[in-house]
C-alpha cells in the first residue's frame, strides 16, 4: 500500500480545510516545499498536491507551486484541482506533475476526459471520485453532481480508467476515521481499479485497517500536520 502525503494549496501556502469547507482553513506551512522536503527526507517517494483556488476558479492557479515542487524534490507528484481544459493538462505536465486528478472533467465533459485517458494513458490521468452522501462532488466538493459514486467507477472504468481516488467528503479533515466501509465496497465491486482512499485518516491503526481492506494507496494530510501520524512511523510502508 502507497502512503501518499497531501498538500492543498491556497495563495500558494499549505492548508487544510475541513469538510472541503473554504472557511474552515488551517494555515500549516508557508512554504509548501519545506512540508515536501521533509516528506522526501522521511523516505516517502508519491505527493498528492491539491491547488484548492484552482478548484474553486475551475482552472490551474498555483502552477508555479508545483513547478518548484517538482524541480525541487524527487517526489512523484500527483496534481489537481480547476484542471479543466486541454491547456491546464499541459500546463501542470509541464510543471512536473507525473499524473493528473480530474474530477469535475470527468462529471461535466466525459469525452474530454476519455480522450485525456487515450491521449496520455491510464498510468498518467486518476479519476476524482469524491462523494458526499454517496454522490459525485464536484468544483472543489461545492457541487454535488447527483451522480452515484459506483454508477460513475463503474462507466470510467468501461472507458479505460486504472487509477481513482476517493474522498468521502463528510469524513474529511475530522480525524474521526476513513470510511472503511466504502473501500472494501469499493474492492469488492472494482477488483481491478487501483483505489486510493482518501480523508478521515487519523492514526497508524486506520492504516492498517485499510491496508487489510487492499486499497492501493491511501492520502494521509491532517493526520501528519497535526502530529496524530509521525513520519518516522510509517516506516513500515516505505520499506515496503
Not at 516517502?44 to 498555483?62: F, P, S, T, Y
Not at 508545483?66 to 491546464?88: N, P, V
Not at 494513458?121 to 454535488?144: T, Y
Not at 463503474?154 to 479505460?160: A, I, L, M, V
Request: net charge negative; aromatic share 8%.
Amino acid at each position: 500500500m502507497h502512503i501518499i502525503p497531501a498538500i492543498d494549496i491556497i495563495d500558494g501556502k499549505c492548508v487544510r480545510l475541513t469538510q472541503g469547507d473554504y472557511a474552515q482553513k488551517k494555515e500549516y506551512a508557508a512554504d509548501p516545499l519545506d512540508m515536501a522536503l521533509r516528506f522526501e527526507d522521511a523516505g516517502l517517494q508519491r505527493l498528492h498536491v491539491v491547488d484548492l483556488d484552482g478548484a474553486r476558479e475551475k482552472r490551474v492557479i498555483n502552477y508555479r507551486v508545483l513547478e518548484r515542487l517538482a524541480s525541487k524534490t524527487g517526489l512523484h507528484i500527483d496534481f489537481g484541482g480547476g484542471i479543466q481544459s486541454d491547456d491546464d493538462l499541459r500546463i501542470a505536465f509541464e510543471c512536473g506533475a507525473k499524473q493528473i486528478t480530474g474530477g469535475s472533467i470527468a462529471v461535466r465533459e466525459p469525452d474530454t476526459f476519455e480522450r485525456w485517458l487515450k491521449e496520455y494513458g491510464p498510468e498518467k490521468i486518476i479519476l476524482g471520485a469524491d462523494a458526499r452522501d454517496m454522490k459525485i462532488a464536484v468544483s472543489g466538493w461545492q457541487e454535488s453532481s447527483g451522480r452515484h459514486i459506483f454508477d460513475f467507477l463503474e462507466e470510467y472504468q468501461e472507458r479505460g480508467v486504472r487509477y481513482a481516488i476517493s474522498t468521502d467528503v463528510a469524513k474529511d479533515g475530522l480525524l474521526q476515521g476513513p470510511s472503511i466501509h466504502l473501500y472494501q465496497e469499493l474492492r469488492d465491486r472494482f477488483p481491478d481499479l487501483h483505489v486510493i482512499a482518501s480523508g478521515g485518516v487519523s492514526s497508524l491503526k486506520d492504516l492498517e485497517e485499510l491496508e487489510e481492506v487492499g486499497v492501493w494507496g491511501v492520502i494521509v494530510g491532517k493526520a501528519i500536520y497535526e502530529g496524530r501520524i509521525q513520519l518516522k512511523d510509517l516506516a513500515p510502508w516505505i520499506a515496503s
